[in-house]
């Protein structure tokens, strides 16, 4: 699927080329590379599009529990809240974490370890514009740099998700050699745009599935009234349902 994608994609340019010079008409020249294009652009741009590799996007289980992951930290106002919130829920969190800001905050992600939570890998700079065309050099350089500061602390993580899931063509073989897996969401909280902390929990709520994984963010970037409160009002109407926040089996994941 993979190669049948970036092949048709370039035998599209290629046939772009050739009947721009033929003189045919721009519009047809453009209908054909938008047409060949089309399932290469939805495997980068669509969160959980498998088509250039695998995506993790929920786990196997019976039980009613869910994996909750946060990203775009660590943040120092809102890890130190979370990391409280979490504690009062009984709930267990992957932090996928921006590497230079993991740098700037090491003790945090060493509380974040200590608490039983895990750590895994956003990128270095979170270039959320950039990622999904950059060259394998780039990809590579966003990935070692966070390995860089988290591996003298004993931080090794073992996924990888792409800023705001946009990805890349070299992102699979460069996390597999680096013992990562791609990992992206079932549920988005959209907390991110959110304004009220309850409509949040509500929409989570509403599409929640055991094996389910819940995506939420940290971080200045959320509006104020939403920071932490939109976490801390899902975490208790998913205990009123019945559900535990768990850090899935590796073997579960699909
Ligand atoms: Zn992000």
Not at 7 to 19: D, E, Y
Not at 52 to 66: H, S
Not at 245 to 254: G, H, I, K, M, T
Request: hydrophobic share 45%.
């Amino acid at each position: 699927m993979r190669r049948s994608l970036l092949l048709g994609s370039i035998l599209g340019i290629v046939a772009g080329i050739v009947l721009w010079r033929a003189g045919i008409h721009p519009i047809w020249v453009g209908a054909v590379l938008v047409v060949t294009g089309l399932p290469l652009a939805w495997a980068l741009l669509v969160p959980g599009a498998q088509g250039l590799g695998p995506v993790v996007t929920r786990f196997e289980t019976e039980r009613r529990e869910v994996w909750l992951t946060i990203d775009d930290g660590p943040d120092p106002e809102d890890t130190p809240r979370v990391l409280e919130v979490l504690a009062r829920h009984r709930a267990h969190a992957t932090f996928f974490v921006v590497g230079e800001r993991a740098d700037r905050h090491l003790p945090l992600i060493q509380e974040i370890v200590h608490r039983g939570h895990e750590v895994a890998h956003h990128t270095h700079t979170h270039p959320e514009a950039t990622f999904w065309c950059a060259r394998s050099g780039r990809v590579e350089r966003e990935l070692d740099d966070t390995l860089a500061v988290l591996s003298p602390i004993g931080v090794v993580p073992r996924w990888f998700r792409a800023p705001v899931g946009i990805k890349n063509v070299f992102l699979w073989t460069a996390t597999a050699a680096r013992g990562m897996r791609v990992v992206g969401w079932t549920v988005r909280s959209w907390d991110s745009v959110a304004r009220d902390p309850e409509a949040v929990a509500k929409l989570v709520l509403r599409r929640v599935r055991p094996g389910s994984i819940l995506l939420f963010h940290e971080g200045p970037r959320l509006r104020p009234a939403v920071r932490v409160a939109a976490l801390d009002r899902t975490l208790k109407a998913l205990t009123d349902a019945g559900y535990a926040c768990v850090l899935p089996d590796p073997a579960s994941l699909r």
